[in-house]
């Protein structure tokens, strides 16, 4: 448990309603998140270290809303 409702173990973290895995290294950046009651998977993949959180966080207020 770290907080907020939110869980982390082997990469996944959980939150009420979506998991989701993030990492990066010196050139890359991921994200992915499930969205299992809306089946829905989205994916960010980068090959520079631009963070893809705001992305995916742009992407689920306009395909959750």
Known sequence: QIGSGRAYGYG???E??????????????MFS????????????????ETNTWPL???ACSLLLA
């Open 12 to 14: 996944v973290y959980m």
């Open 16 to 29: 009420p309603g979506c998991c989701f895995v993030t990492g990066g290294d010196p050139g890359v950046d």
């Open 33 to 48: 998140a499930w969205y299992p009651e809306a089946g829905l998977t989205l994916t960010a993949l980068s090959n520079n």
């Open 56 to 58: 995916l966080r742009e």
